[in-house]
């Protein structure tokens, strides 16, 4: 009996998805989540889990972040990225930042089926015309990677507002924190990074950055 665990906004396709896998795992227990926040409680939750699908641009993910977090608390967790986008240095950099699989929204119920099964057995999958395409990272990514796993999700998200361009004040109201807790905060994260000055933490912030939004839909 297999435990998948299916990330993403969309109740839509949650649902799609985890009717096409029930189908085919006999047994299969789907468990859901719609935010980064959730899933890592679900992550928390559910210690036995098999297999996380995992959606980059779910509220709360950061584009990049979620996936470097998750891999980073949970090692030994095999993560598949479903993405609209197909996009090959996005695709690159999941891979290269611990993702077992990357598997475009617009494939068939069988793909997807096939494409997890060859997880299951430990062995990573991308689509057949996109494998020979993909580019390793370089040590100035991989270095990126480690710097963010460091932060917390709170930490994070005071990064995002930086580079949004908000003051402290702003980012103390969006969050409901002090003024004094934001600077705690940056703090912190300048030291992560080994950053000096807002501006040296928002140009790593847009290295984490991926298409808008609204293009991966």
């Given amino acids: ?11 839509l396709f949650r649902e799609a998805l ?20 959730q899933t890592l409680q679900r992550l928390s939750q559910y210690d036995d889990l098999d297999l996380l699908l995992l959606d980059l641009h779910m509220p709360g993910n950061g584009d990049l972040y979620g996936l470097i977090r998750i891999r980073e608390d949970h ?13 090959l240095n996005v695709i690159s950099k999941v891979m290269g ?8 929204k617009a494939s068939s119920s069988q ?19 996109i494998k020979e395409q993909i580019q390793d990272l370089d040590g100035e990514d991989r270095e990126l990677a480690q710097q963010i796993a460091s ?14 361009g908000l003051l402290n004040k702003q980012i103390a109201y969006e969050l409901n924190i002090s003024e004094a807790t934001v600077k705690a905060h940056i703090t912190a994260i300048f030291r992560k990074l080994g950053v000096y000055n807002r501006t ?6 847009s290295k984490l950055q991926l298409e808008p939004i609204e293009a991966a839909k």
């Fill in 200 to 205: 040296q933490a928002v140009l790593i912030a």
């Fill in 18 to 37: 985890k009717g096409a896998l029930q189908n085919q795992f006999e047994g299969l227990e789907v468990i859901e989540s719609e935010n980064f926040e």
């Fill in 97 to 104: 930042y611990g993702a077992m699989g990357f598997i475009p």
């Fill in 151 to 164: 932060l917390t999700p709170q930490q994070y998200k005071v990064l995002q507002y930086l580079h949004e």
């Fill in 1 to 11: 009996m297999n435990q998948f665990l299916i990330a993403d906004d969309h109740p």
């Fill in 75 to 87: 090692p030994a967790l095999p993560i598949v990225v479903v993405s609209g986008s197909e996009d």
């Fill in 111 to 129: 793909d997807i089926v096939s494409a997890l099964q060859q997880v299951l057995e430990g062995e990573s999958w991308l689509p057949a015309d």
